[in-house]
């Protein structure tokens, strides 16, 4: 296939396509409109149904009912539209429904800077909504990788029933690369798990082995129940702690016991680091870069890039900074993930490089970090 010049929400708009995406409900806002501009073009094309709701509640609310429908649906928006559909992601966890949500971050709180890029929403991607329950998010740093992780992020929300968080941000979503896609044979495409059991058998929230429940969509004569509240196998809301407590422990199991699936990552020279640089999203090129001026000076400093930000790769980070002097976490926030990386080796080893300014992590600042860093070796 011949290369594209492509965008960042343009690419993600095209690999939900690819993925099998055939619904969207969205509402404009900064940065994230172009997705939505897209995909109000393509999804008629194959088929598909493109609907600019009233609000971003709404949006969120007839995804649910899309995916529950039978089709692979998203939504896309920004920071405070992510904000607007927190209560129906925590319903969407609830219910176990497969859904898409695209947040491009932009500086805030509030209205904050809506052309400029943030990674502000680490945290409320991981926690925005009520309650226990496990999340996926993932976060590309590149125009292919927004391809790429568009097409994991709907393989992983149907193959485990759960909604699933792109968290780009406004640098990635704006950026234009040239780029080759796959073709449409090379890519994995993952569907819901069915049932063979008669309707009256059939249990829409049963303990399987797998921990992930066959889910039959509306309208193929198969009749359950869909509630917010805590409910029994069938659906029916139970405040009887012995249905309570498995489904708890199922829904938490089936996130825990498929890490190997779920955390996406990659090192670069961290076998003989005395510094390692942690980062994500747009601010991983920059890191990237001060790596590579660090390596030529002489400096050993190690690279690791997360492509998986929730659930945690702490196992994997632990790893890494065992015989580490010094991480650097840089952020276009205050420190949210910082704060992970803390908890997990130590709040002595962390160097943060910070800005919730609206503006990247430049590599110079990162390299001072490591300059920094460097004095205490």
Known sequence: MAYRLMQGDEACAEGAIAAGCRFFAGYPITPATDISEVLARRLPQVGGKFIQMEDEIASMAAVIGASVGGAKAMTATSGPGFSLMQENIGYAAMAEIPCVVVDVQRAGPSTGLPTNPSQGDVMQARWGTHGDHPIIVLSPSSVRETFDLTVRAFNMAEKYRTPVILLMDEMIGHLREKVELPPPEKIEIVERVSTSVPPEWYKAYENTPSDV?????????YRYHITGLFHDERGFPTQRLDEIDPWIARVFRKIERNLRDILIYETELVEDAEVVVIAYG????????????????????GF????????????????VAERIHSVI????????????????VGRRKVIRVCKANGEMVEPREILEAIEGAGRWL
């Open 329 to 344: 976490v840089p952020e276009m926030n205050l420190g949210q993930l910082a704060l992970e990386v803390e908890r997990v």
């Open 213 to 221: 429940p066959p889910m039959i969509s509306f309208g193929e004569g």
């Open 282 to 301: 747009a601010t991983a090129r920059s890191a990237r870069h001060a790596v590579k001026q660090a390596r030529q000076r002489g400096d050993r400093v």
């Open 304 to 319: 690791l890039r997360l492509s998986t930000i929730w659930p945690f790769p702490e196992r994997k980070v632990e790893e």
